[in-house]
């Protein structure tokens, strides 16, 4: 995930499923805006602390939602960048996020999705076990076919597992990158 958003110029940027917000608090460091939405209060709570102790007025670029993001509808064309990682849905849930994740996109702004692939069951190491969860980089270009997104990349990339996510060796992860094209510009006329 770094090294796909270190590229970016710092805007808005909402993470769905967030949980403590790991990720929203590196972006908020990095001078982003975040929309920070996880269903778990506890977590966003946990959250909110950890970003006490980021340096002054990084907290302020954060504002924490408690919502369940297969109903929560993010504002239509608001986003520079939207994170999905490691949320782990049934397919038609999945697609349901994903697609209204698309919708909240700006133009020229980029969807991020990374999660563990079908094959870390037999490849990897940590995870979900239950396979209708999981998911391939082909499944979120299809699931995301008709939203008008430029794929940037789509792939399988391995990681180090580490104890926090089933014990050692390596995972294997989906990571899908698309962008929203911003509309051409229109020539002035001679």
Avoid: K
């Avoid at 999660?115 to 270009?141: C, K, M, Q, W, Y």
Wanted: charged letters at 25%; one cysteine or more; a neutral charge.
């Amino acid at each position: 995930m770094l090294r796909e958003c270190q590229d970016q110029p710092p805007g808005r940027a909402l993470d769905l499923a967030a949980g403590e917000g790991r990720n929203s608090l590196w972006l908020a460091a990095l001078g982003w805006r975040v929309t920070v939405v996880d269903f778990s209060r506890v977590a966003l709570d946990r959250g909110r602390r950890l970003s006490e102790q980021l340096p002054a007025g990084v907290a302020r670029h954060l504002r924490w939602v408690e919502a369940d993001v297969r109903t929560h509808v993010p504002e239509p064309g608001a986003y520079d960048l939207v994170l999905i990682a490691y949320l782990h849905l049934p397919a038609e849930q999945r697609r349901t996020v994903l697609r209204r994740a698309a919708d909240s996109l700006a133009p020229g702004g980029t969807l991020l999705v990374v999660g563990h692939d079908t094959t870390n069951l037999t490849e990897g190491s940590g995870g979900p076990s239950d396979p209708a969860v999981l998911f391939t980089p082909d499944d979120i270009r299809a699931d995301l076919a008709d939203c008008r997104l430029h794929l940037v990349r789509a792939e399988r990339v391995r990681r180090p597992a580490g104890a926090a996510h089933g014990g050692s060796g390596e995972a294997v992860d989906a990571l899908v990158r698309l962008e929203r094209r911003a509309p051409p510009v229109p020539t002035p006329e001679r």
